[in-house]
């Protein structure tokens, strides 16, 4: 989970307790004057649970040591009267600070009458009433244990895919079957017929791997089967020379569909006219090929429904048993000392039908076996999974196809088609600019060459004073990036459409998506190229070296835990509060980075630009569309030979530490574990989000995704807008 998606999760509602604590305080203070300051603290802080600001338990002037009990409210009854009234205008301070810190998805401020407060039960968070050790001791423990679950889904979608385990269970299952003391005697019927599937499935078939991201919103709109014939109405429209003619299935000596007359008519013999039209069809079936490939890998429209129409899906089989047995006639005869006299009985026949519904995983080309163009995709589908060449990913340039920036300012003199080395793009959703441009100066001076860099930023809604970021005009002799520019996306639907948007306005080779709460570390534009680019090596320098090509890289994950970082603005409440267990999550998160590669995009995932729009993007949804593609990356790099998802060592991105202190290192552990889990687990990621914010997505303009409507404009004949 991203830091920029974790400062609004919800908790239970406390308005019950904050009145009842509200009414004792009043009726203690009527009887005792000392109490008075006592009761003013109270409902201090019953305010400050309505207002969505957490205690300041860690300020200056106000510890835990000012929650007095009545024995101590006398000998500090003056210092705590003469500051009541500087509580008071702190606490409307605070409150207006906290209705512009806590914005919703929308851009606007929360409902002030749904209160908010931190984890129940006080375990995390700035009022804990925890040690520090004990509270340090369960979040080094529940870290450690949240790692059983990426563990647990590498295990399932990885490690049990790869080429050595598919072996070692097909020969496992042929062993079973040959042994004459297990195969023979211990089995029955039905555990032979499952252990000849799993052998015939392991040893024909290797694991699929998509071309693209998609969503699971995407997946349950179309069938594989209405994916398919997508496909091919897209296909005979604009790229009919793809579709390869078919033989005439009665006759061999039938002409081929598009062959001339005079191919056929030239012919003498039977055998001459079956032989020519053999070498037509090859001919004219690896010219269709080269088309196919070539198509697939240049329209994102068509690879995409390729690789939902490829896509294995469950399907329902439904058994039908049928047993009849045979009609017997028995002759009794009528007493036991007459054996003439008899009589017969007739049992007619019994028939008896079971029925069983069985659901298994399967694909188009295992249901329809003799399809042409399925077979086709099968076995060009290692052409279709290759990355474009490090030589194309180096030259690459993609005009912007968005709307013109709000704002910009370049430092070329001809910024007409320039393609920059890299472009940083930052998703801002209710920041301000005065931080962004503090983030903005310090990448700049980590930067080695940052006149090479252009930085993007998406404005999604609720951002103050952007603008201030382009005010200032730095010195000849001093940094600058090549380019700054801020562009607004007004479409909806949370991060990854947002990144996406960005995405689409860079020109930079690489891409690197940075929050805008993470700080670059030292030389991070020279340490992303050298990592990328392998050293200035080609694809033919790599594969004689058998070195395997990164596909993507992050940086090693950290939290901002100097006396400055927490000290954010926002978290002003909560200055210089250390969560207890902060070090753990740091531990696990690059354990979990390097041994089972899933960085998140705290991490600032980085790649070239070909690659990133050749592998369809982030998915189209507002949660969890970097662990989307970065499980997409990870799965090339494990069962694809010679690719890799790579960590970059060295200094780490810092992350903010603000929601590790606003709700404790326990609450945010347990709860990131939990809904990855339930995202890996076929979890819609609007489903996650309404569980997560406890309130609906974020508003699109339609439900359908941007490569969908442009699947409708060009079927239908419609101008794209």
């Known amino acids: 989970m991203d830091s920029t998606s974790q400062d609004s999760i919800p908790h239970s509602d406390v308005m019950a307790e904050i009145i009842t604590e509200i009414r004792g305080g009043g009726a203690a203070a009527t009887n005792n004057d000392a109490d008075d300051a006592t009761t003013n603290h109270t409902y201090v802080m019953a305010l400050n649970s309505l207002m969505n600001t957490p205690e300041r338990v860690h300020d200056a002037q106000m510890d835990r040591s000012d929650v007095m009990l009545p024995s101590d409210s006398i000998k500090r009854e003056g210092?705590?009267?003469?500051?009541?009234?500087?509580?008071?205008?702190?606490?409307?301070?605070?409150?207006?600070?906290?209705?512009?810190?806590?914005?919703?998805?929308?851009?606007?401020?929360?409902?002030?009458?749904?209160?908010?407060?931190?984890?129940?039960?006080?375990?995390?968070?700035?009022?804990?009433r925890l040690p520090f050790f004990v509270e340090s001791f369960l979040g080094w423990s529940l870290c450690f244990s949240c790692l059983a679950v990426p563990i647990y889904h590498y295990?399932?979608?990885?490690?049990?895919?790869?080429?050595?385990?598919?072996?070692?269970?097909?020969?496992?299952?042929?062993?079973?079957?040959?042994?004459?003391?297990?195969?023979?005697?211990?089995?029955?019927?039905?555990?032979?017929?499952?252990?000849?599937?799993?052998?015939?499935?392991?040893?024909?078939?290797?694991?699929?791997?998509?071309?693209?991201?998609?969503?699971?919103?995407?997946?349950?709109?179309?069938?594989?089967?209405?994916?398919?014939?997508?496909?091919?109405?897209?296909?005979?429209?604009?790229?009919?020379?793809?579709?390869?003619?078919?033989?005439?299935?009665?006759?061999?000596?039938?002409?081929?569909?598009?062959?001339?007359?005079?191919?056929?008519?030239?012919?003498?013999?039977?055998?001459?006219?079956?032989?020519?039209?053999?070498?037509?069809?090859?001919?004219?079936?690896?010219?269709?090929?080269?088309?196919?490939?070539?198509?697939?890998?240049?329209?994102?429209?068509?690879?995409?429904?390729?690789?939902?129409?490829?896509?294995?899906?469950?399907?329902?089989?439904?058994?039908?048993?049928?047993?009849?047995?045979?009609?017997?006639?028995?002759?009794?005869?009528?007493?036991?000392?007459?054996?003439?006299?008899?009589?017969?009985?007739?049992?007619?026949?019994?028939?008896?039908?079971?029925?069983?519904?069985?659901?298994?995983?399967?694909?188009?080309?295992?249901?329809?076996?003799?399809?042409?163009?399925?077979?086709?995709l099968s076995y060009l589908w290692d052409r279709l999974l290759a990355l474009p060449s490090l030589e194309e990913a180096k030259t690459f340039y993609r005009i912007p196809t968005t709307d013109p920036p709000v704002a910009q300012k370049s430092y070329l003199?001809?910024?007409?088609?320039?393609?920059?080395?890299?472009?940083?793009?930052?998703?801002?959703?209710?920041?301000?600019?005065?931080?962004?441009?503090?983030?903005?100066?310090?990448?700049?001076?980590?930067?080695?060459?940052?006149?090479?860099?252009?930085?993007?930023?998406?404005?999604?809604?609720?951002?103050?004073?952007?603008?201030?970021?382009?005010?200032?005009?730095?010195?000849?002799?001093?940094?600058?990036?090549?380019?700054?520019?801020?562009?607004?996306?007004?479409?909806?639907?949370?991060?990854?459409?947002?990144?996406?948007?960005?995405?689409?306005?860079?020109?930079?080779?690489?891409?690197?998506?940075?929050?805008?709460?993470?700080?670059?570390?030292?030389?991070?534009?020279?340490?992303?190229?050298?990592t990328l680019e392998h050293g200035n090596k080609d694809d033919y320098e790599l594969k004689r070296s058998c070195t395997a090509r990164v596909n993507s890289c992050s940086f090693n994950f950290g939290i901002d835990t100097s006396p400055k970082g927490l000290c954010m603005p926002f978290t002003s409440s909560l200055n210089n509060y250390f969560p207890p267990g902060i070090r753990a999550v740091v531990t696990t998160a690059n354990m979990r980075s390097y041994m089972y590669s899933l960085p998140y995009g705290d991490s600032t995932l980085s790649l070239h630009a070909c690659v990133f729009h050749f592998l369809g993007g982030y998915p189209d949804q507002c949660l969890m569309e970097d662990y989307e593609l970065v499980t997409l990356m990870r799965l090339r790099g494990a069962l694809i030979g010679g690719e890799k998802l790579a960590m970059i060592r060295g200094q780490p991105a810092l992350c903010s530490p603000r929601r590790w202190q606003k709700f404790g290192v326990l609450y945010v552990t347990y709860m990131n574990s939990k809904f990855v889990n339930l995202y890996a687990t076929s979890i819609c990621s609007g489903d996650l989000f309404r569980m997560y914010y406890g309130k609906e997505p974020p508003k699109r303009r339609t439900m359908l995704s941007p490569w969908e409507i442009e699947l409708d404009n060009r079927l239908n004949g419609k101008v794209s807008v």
């Open 155 to 376: 295990a399932k979608s990885i490690f049990l895919s790869t080429n050595w385990y598919c072996k070692v269970r097909h020969g496992l299952c042929q062993w079973i079957l040959s042994n004459t003391i297990i195969g023979g005697y211990l089995l029955g019927n039905k555990m032979k017929q499952q252990l000849l599937e799993v052998g015939h499935d392991v040893s024909n078939e290797n694991h699929w791997i998509p071309l693209t991201t998609c969503t699971r919103e995407e997946l349950s709109r179309n069938s594989p089967w209405e994916s398919y014939l997508l496909l091919v109405r897209l296909l005979d429209k604009e790229y009919p020379e793809t579709l390869v003619p078919l033989l005439a299935v009665e006759n061999n000596a039938d002409k081929l569909d598009g062959v001339s007359d005079t191919v056929t008519t030239s012919l003498n013999s039977a055998d001459e006219v079956s032989s020519s039209n053999d070498q037509c069809y090859t001919a004219l079936t690896q010219k269709a090929d080269v088309a196919l490939v070539k198509v697939l890998r240049h329209d994102d429209v068509c690879r995409r429904l390729a690789s939902l129409a490829m896509r294995p899906h469950e399907v329902n089989i439904e058994t039908n048993v049928t047993t009849t047995t045979k009609t017997v006639s028995v002759i009794f005869p009528t007493t036991m000392n007459s054996a003439s006299e008899s009589h017969t009985i007739t049992v007619p026949a019994i028939t008896t039908t079971k029925s069983s519904n069985r659901r298994t995983t399967s694909t188009l080309l295992k249901q329809l076996p003799h399809n042409h163009l399925l077979q086709r």
């Open 79 to 128: 210092s705590v009267q003469n500051s009541q009234e500087e509580r008071s205008d702190s606490l409307i301070s605070d409150s207006n600070n906290a209705l512009d810190d806590n914005r919703d998805r929308g851009g606007t401020p929360k409902d002030s009458t749904t209160p908010k407060e931190t984890p129940p039960f006080h375990i995390g968070g700035p009022n804990t």
């Open 413 to 530: 003199d001809n910024d007409v088609c320039h393609a920059y080395k890299i472009s940083l793009i930052l998703p801002a959703f209710g920041e301000e600019g005065s931080h962004l441009k503090i983030k903005l100066t310090r990448a700049l001076e980590m930067a080695c060459s940052p006149e090479n860099v252009e930085v993007i930023i998406v404005d999604a809604g609720g951002c103050k004073d952007l603008e201030i970021i382009l005010e200032e005009q730095p010195k000849a002799e001093e940094k600058h990036w090549g380019r700054i520019c801020i562009v607004a996306f007004k479409s909806g639907g949370g991060r990854g459409p947002c990144l996406n948007y960005g995405a689409s306005t860079a020109t930079g080779c690489i891409l690197t998506f940075c929050h805008a709460d993470t700080s670059l570390p030292l030389r991070w534009d020279d340490r992303i190229i050298k």
